[in-house]
């Protein structure tokens, strides 16, 4: 991995942390970049970018200040994926993993190739988000 990808994943990350960054932009710059996707542990705190080739690279992300609830509501983790979709007013990356982690999210894994989002929980429970056209 050369440091311009290893960069590109930094700032992507810090460009979600800080609302600079929408979904689209970060998956346009990360694509750009030469990753096929990256994953989210909300309960390790980290953000994990892979290459096709097999190199990964993990940075540590902002923690969410709650345990991942025990029960996977997949309805109410798509009620926040709508609002991170919609950036309705107020939305922050910070407030959609709060609600995931509240909703039994334990971490989502993002394929570029595959254009969707695998979020999973506690129990290995799983919901696939598409890609909206």
Not at 12 to 36: D, H, K, Q, Y
């Amino acid at each position: 991995m050369n440091d311009h990808q290893k960069e590109a994943a930094r700032a992507c990350l810090e460009g979600a942390e800080t609302n600079r960054m929408t979904f689209p932009e970060i998956v346009g710059a990360l694509m750009e970049a030469g990753f096929e996707g990256y994953a989210i542990d909300f309960r390790r705190a980290t953000a994990t970018y892979y290459l096709a080739e097999g190199e990964s690279l993990e940075l540590p992300a902002h923690g969410v200040d709650a345990a991942v609830a025990p029960t996977f509501d997949s309805a109410r983790l798509q009620l926040a994926i709508r609002e991170a979709q919609q950036l309705v007013p107020g939305y922050t990356y910070k407030g959609f993993c709060e609600k995931a982690v509240a909703a039994g999210c334990a971490g989502y894994i993002v394929s570029f190739s595959g254009r969707r989002a695998l979020y999973f929980g506690r129990t290995a429970e799983t919901h696939v988000e598409h890609f909206p056209d």
